[in-house]
């Protein structure tokens, strides 16, 4: 083969990693983990956010090892808890009021359910990207994933290479994912004890089909079955 005919063959392959390319299984599994991620986001738990967040041995591990500052964990409780109760005692006169003799709580409800929500969330999206930053601190470790070969090379002003820039992201968004998720941890307990269930995220199930369903509904309307 020529080396014009050579040169074409090579451009025209795929290569590895390319779209074009077939995905390896680390590649398939981590596309799974940020559908279900991007999934947990819509509807958020606080069971989720912690999964995803360091736990707390291990953020202590981090600060330690990366010099970093950490609130104490029982105040950040804490503070989720005051919120939910603060806001309860002074809106109690204000949103409830008298049904048949007996509180009707649904307005005060309402507003501590989208308060735990705004934390939740809160504490879902940091924890969301600790992970992804976690990730990408991992993948530029692993010589095979790294296409640059570099981590073992120092900056040109001397300075902290790339894997450790990376891992030091890493470690600064730990310890901001951990304080949000305690946050939010204290406003959970603090409605499930004054409202007496559970917080559950709202989501709106009318008019939401699944893709396949609604995929099915448009064919059998254009064959008109």
């Known amino acids: 083969m020529s ?3 050579n040169t074409i063959a090579q451009k025209s392959a795929p290569r590895k990693g390319d779209a074009a390319g077939k995905a390896s299984p680390e590649q398939v ?3 799974q983990e940020a559908q279900a991620r991007k999934a947990a986001m819509e509807a958020p738990t606080l069971q989720a956010a912690k999964d995803l967040a360091p736990k707390e041995l291990q953020i202590a591990q981090i ?3 990366f010099g970093l500052e950490s609130a104490d964990t029982d105040e950040l409780i804490g503070v989720g808890d005051s919120i939910v109760r603060e806001q309860f005692t002074i809106l109690y006169p204000v949103l409830v009021n008298q049904m048949r003799g007996d509180d009707n709580l649904v307005a005060l ?3 501590l359910d989208r308060t735990v929500d705004a934390l939740v ?3 879902m999206g940091s924890a969301n990207f600790y992970e992804t930053r976690r990730l990408v601190a991992k993948d530029a470790k692993d010589q095979w994933a790294n296409e640059y070969r570099d981590q073992d090379r120092m900056g040109v002003d001397g300075g902290a290479n790339r894997v450790e820039n990376m891992r030091r992201i890493a470690a600064e968004n730990a310890v901001k994912a ?3 998720v305690c946050i939010a941890e204290g406003a959970c307990r603090a409605y499930q004890e004054l409202m007496g269930s559970e917080w559950a995220a709202y ?3 009318r008019n939401k089909q699944p893709i396949d369903a609604k995929a099915s ?3 059998d309307d254009a064959l008109g079955i």
């Open 3 to 5: 080396d014009g005919k």
């Open 29 to 31: 599994r981590r596309f």
């Open 63 to 65: 600060v330690s090892m």
């Open 109 to 111: 409800k309402m507003h």
């Open 121 to 123: 969330r809160s504490a």
């Open 178 to 180: 951990y304080s949000l």
């Open 203 to 205: 989501q709106n199930t």
């Open 217 to 219: 509904a448009l064919m």
